[in-house]
């Protein structure tokens, strides 16, 4: 929600004045540390609508970031304006969870429950938290509340597709030491039916509708917890400890596409098992002119795939079985140090090591690798005539085997009314993403050779927030503009396996809209949240053939539209939501081909402009419905949720269906 501090003046000695209430907000929108940058945050109001799903369902339903999701439950992973899932770098609680071996982050095996804060640092903005961000940045943060006695709450879950959700948290402490406690479990057997529009039958030509079919070996479930302890030595030394245990199972269905042989004689597994610890020191000294801040934290990933076949008689038969162990220990050392009031510098240190092992038991392949990375940081930034605010940062990252870039950022924002909270912002920066263990080692077809992704970035936009008794407002249009040259894709080669390779420049611009707002009036409440992204990701690499039709098309998987809206209405207990998202065409060739063409001929197809090669645009609404009771220890909520509701068949992902029209019932209990 907007939060703004409310200042009253008092009367002078003898007379009485009434003054009416002043609000103070600039200081939120107008920092010289984040001049030229743009920082979103994710409403806490939308962390608790969303408290018993996925990090994914967040980002896709209530941000710009495009989610590619493989179905319910499986692999998602995000295009940051228009980027590789390997450009958006995440961190939880300052420490970076990428995995070293893919360079990305699966965001449906990170639950809500966990979350506290979530921010999203966009572009240029990326560059204070790490290198790799072309696209930006994705911040999960754990808080504190000082003021906490006793506090807890507990939420239960039951749903479609034999769905449980159980999560539970104890808050206690007092002004100098705190700790959360948090457990959950979830669980689905996740079978729903679907249209299977990729098997053509005699049901199609006899009465026009797609065979329906079942998921089979869909289900899956996580557990987890986590603890934090929070220690204020004094009003200037803060410290804390957060650890993070999953351990999460999923079995992975068949694409729709598959007719293969009787399931009454062949049997089938194929599952993927993720286990991972995550845990982080860190120390705070807040002086007069000096910061200083210290984090240390360890990040375990282990990741176990295996795909077995029965056939008749036989033995389990195992085409794939690999497991992979990522070990990652990061530090940082940040000092930051006033020069005077409208001046300072901020220098950071990092130092981070990888241990990585992986092997394929069925195929005879793996790598194993170490390795050390190091960077610098360093930024300053100026208030220049209270209505200017100057910054300029350098990062220098030195990586084994590896050149990299110096990489940049210079921002400026202008505030042209000094007491409207109206900031325009402009930047330019220089970044890079260096490949990953995979693109380099991975056997067969890892490249050591690969260069690093590069690229340079320039936008702007304006950020606005009003606020007055009853409404409170605030939005942000940014544009911006990315060159990157080198980037990696992995293709077929020559020597019958699929290889990595440096072919592509790709131009990335577009558009991005935020809107917050809310109406209070007695017991009534209103809040509405918006989104829109217009993301253009062209490619202008060099053909790699006489038959390439890629270049000056958008990138697969990419839509040129996408939106989303959140609407919450509140009255005395009772209330409702009603969320709504819309992605344009997504397109599956790099050609941008959207029909048979020429072939049409030869699979019976009378038109060539038959929507073969791309995913059609969808309009996905949800609605909640519920009410709060309130008794003197204690709050009960119960809501029902109502996913799809005007049950809309959609695909995130070719050949892999995602359900129609399904419920959650949920309860909660706080203290």
Do not use: C
Request: without cysteine; charged residues 20%.
């Amino acid at each position: 929600m907007l939060i703004a501090r409310v200042s009253f003046a008092q009367g002078i000695k003898d007379t009485v004045i009434h003054i009416e209430s002043v609000t103070v907000t600039s200081d939120r929108i107008f920092k010289k540390e984040e001049a030229g940058m743009k920082e979103t945050k994710v409403d806490s109001l939308v962390l608790i609508e969303k408290i018993n799903l996925s990090l994914s369902d967040v980002l896709a339903e209530n941000t710009t970031v495009y989610i590619k999701d493989y179905g319910r439950g499986a692999l998602a992973t995000a295009s940051f304006r228009g980027t590789a899932p390997t450009h958006a770098q995440v961190s939880w609680n300052g420490i970076n969870i990428n995995s070293p071996m893919l360079g990305m982050v699966d965001f449906s095996l990170i639950p809500v429950y966990i979350v506290d804060e979530l921010s999203l640092q966009h572009g240029a903005a990326s560059v204070s938290e790490s290198s790799g961000g072309l696209g930006g940045h994705i911040s999960i943060n754990n808080t504190v509340d000082w003021n906490n006695r006793l506090s807890g709450r507990y939420y239960q879950g039951i749903g479609s597709f034999s769905t449980y959700d159980e999560y539970g948290q104890v808050n206690i402490g007092n002004k100098n030491v705190q700790s959360k406690t948090r457990a959950y479990h979830n669980y689905s057997k996740n079978e729903y039916e679907f249209s299977n529009s990729s098997i053509l039958n005699d049901d199609i030509y006899n009465t026009g509708h797609r065979p329906r079919q079942q998921t089979e070996n869909a289900d899956y479930k996580k557990y987890g917890f986590s603890q934090e302890f929070y220690l204020k030595a004094s009003d200037r030394i803060i410290s804390s400890a957060k650890v993070w245990f999953q351990d999460a199972h999923r079995s992975i269905p068949l694409v729709t596409s598959y007719q293969g042989s009787d399931k009454k004689t062949t049997k089938r597994e194929n599952r993927q098992d993720d286990i991972t610890l995550k845990a982080v020191l860190d120390g705070a000294y807040y002086g007069n002119k000096i910061t200083g801040k210290f984090k240390s934290g360890i990040d375990y990933q282990r990741l176990d795939y295996i795909m077995k076949i029965k056939v008749g008689g036989y033995d389990w038969q195992k085409p794939v079985n690999s497991g992979s162990d990522m070990k990652s220990w990061y530090n940082n050392l940040q000092l930051k140090y006033q020069l005077s009031e409208k001046w300072d510098v901020d220098m950071r240190l990092n130092g981070n090591y990888f241990q990585i092992s992986t092997i394929d038991s069925a195929n005879h392949t793996g790598y194993d690798e170490n390795r050390s990375e190091y960077s610098v940081f360093g930024r300053t930034s100026y208030e220049l005539l209270k209505k200017v605010n100057l910054q300029a940062s350098l990062r220098k990252d030195f990586i084994p085997n590896a050149t990299t870039p110096l990489i940049y950022v210079v921002g400026i924002s202008y505030k042209p009314l000094l007491y409207y909270d109206l900031v325009a912002k402009a930047s330019f920066s220089r970044n890079f993403h260096n490949p990953t263990l995979n693109d380099l080692f991975w056997q067969p077809g890892g490249n050591p050779d690969l260069k690093p992704e590069k690229g340079h970035t320039l936008e702007g936009g304006l950020h606005y927030i009003g606020q007055s008794k009853k409404i409170s407002f605030e939005t942000q249009l940014t544009g911006y503009y990315s060159d990157i040259n080198d980037w990696i894709l992995w293709l077929p080669s020559t020597k019958g396996y699929w290889e990595a390779i440096n072919v592509k420049r790709v131009k990335s611009y577009g558009l991005e809209t935020n809107l917050k707002g809310s109406y209070n009036l007695n017991h009534l409440k209103l809040v509405l949240f918006g989104n829109y992204a217009l993301t253009k990701t062209l490619n202008f690499g060099d053909p790699l053939t006489s038959a390439d039709e890629s270049t000056g098309m958008q990138l697969p998987f990419i839509p040129v539209h996408s939106g989303n809206i959140l609407f919450s209405f509140g009255y005395k207990g009772f209330f409702s939501k009603f969320q709504y998202n819309f992605y344009g065409i997504r397109y599956l060739l790099s050609s941008n081909k959207t029909s048979l063409a020429d072939d049409s001929h030869f699979f019976g197809v009378e038109s060539p402009n038959v929507p073969f090669y791309r995913l059609y645009p969808y309009h996905f609404k949800h609605l909640t419905l519920g009410k709060e009771f309130k008794f003197k220890t204690f709050n009960f909520e119960t809501e029902v949720k109502i996913h799809n509701l005007f049950n809309e068949e959609y695909r995130s992902v070719l050949g892999r269906p995602m359900p129609k029209r399904y419920y959650t019932l949920i309860i909660k209990i706080s203290f």
